[in-house]
């Protein structure tokens, strides 16, 4: 087995620790943030660090980039208090994909990659129509990440939409069944295998696998 240290992690070349850092904690989220400016100009790029900040109330959280080049997505956050998050399936990944170049602020990526807004229920935030799990969010807090100057965005759910296939009896998402895509590192892509649930852990039983919730 491998064994590098800090002094070997900090010397190595910015794009090969970049790739090999980001790889190391697992497989992460796949999502496109839908956001519009005031003027009303929509904007969709792809995230890998969207988590679970909390159930009650439902809170979920994104980091940032630090703000050293324009970042649209937060920029239109801080102007309208609002942002969607939908999840990447394998049939639009390419298009996600490419939801992380840097079109001009004037040029919609929806457009550019040819995916297709969404308003539902009078959220004024775009979803994105390909996307079968699509939240709508509002926008609560951020905060700076002192150590290396990215931001971590909080952000309250106020609307979801969802396949009722998918759902078990108490609440769980079965989300290999619509191909909900995973991420790893900067620009890997898996369709993670279900392996099934499993009972309550408690120190006097062993696990067990559960069927639908129950
Ligand atoms: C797979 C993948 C995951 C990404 N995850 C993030 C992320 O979690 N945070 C971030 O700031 N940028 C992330 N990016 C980069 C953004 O998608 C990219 O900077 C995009 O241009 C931001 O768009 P915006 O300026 O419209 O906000 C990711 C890119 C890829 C390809």
Do not use: W
Request: charged share 20%.
């Amino acid at each position: 087995m491998t064994h590098i240290d800090l002094e070997y992690i900090n010397n190595l070349d910015s794009r090969f620790r970049a790739n090999f850092i980001n790889s190391l904690t697992g497989y992460k989220s796949c999502n496109l943030i839908g956001t519009c400016s005031a003027k009303g100009e929509a904007n969709l790029a792809i995230f890998s660090s969207l988590m679970h900040i909390g159930s009650s109330p439902a809170l979920l959280g994104f980091v940032l980039r630090p703000l050293t080049v324009r970042r649209d997505t937060f920029e239109n956050i801080k102007q309208t208090g609002l942002f969607t998050v939908n999840q990447v399936a394998s049939d639009f990944l390419e298009r996600a994909h490419q939801t992380a170049a840097k079109y001009p602020l004037e040029d919609s990526e929806f457009k550019a990659v040819g995916l297709n807004e969404q308003y539902l229920d009078g959220f004024k935030a775009p979803y994105v129509a390909e996307s079968q799990i699509k939240i709508g969010c509002s926008y609560k807090n951020h905060y700076l990440l002192e150590e290396n100057g990215c931001i971590l965005v909080i952000g309250a759910v106020e609307h979801i939409y969802f396949p009722d296939h998918i759902q078990h009896t108490d609440g769980f998402l079965e989300l290999d069944k619509i191909n909900t895509m995973a991420a790893m590192g900067q620009d890997g892509y898996a369709l993670p295998k279900f392996l099934g649930r499993l009972s309550y852990a408690r120190p006097e039983s062993k696990p067990h696998f559960i069927k639908n919730g129950a």
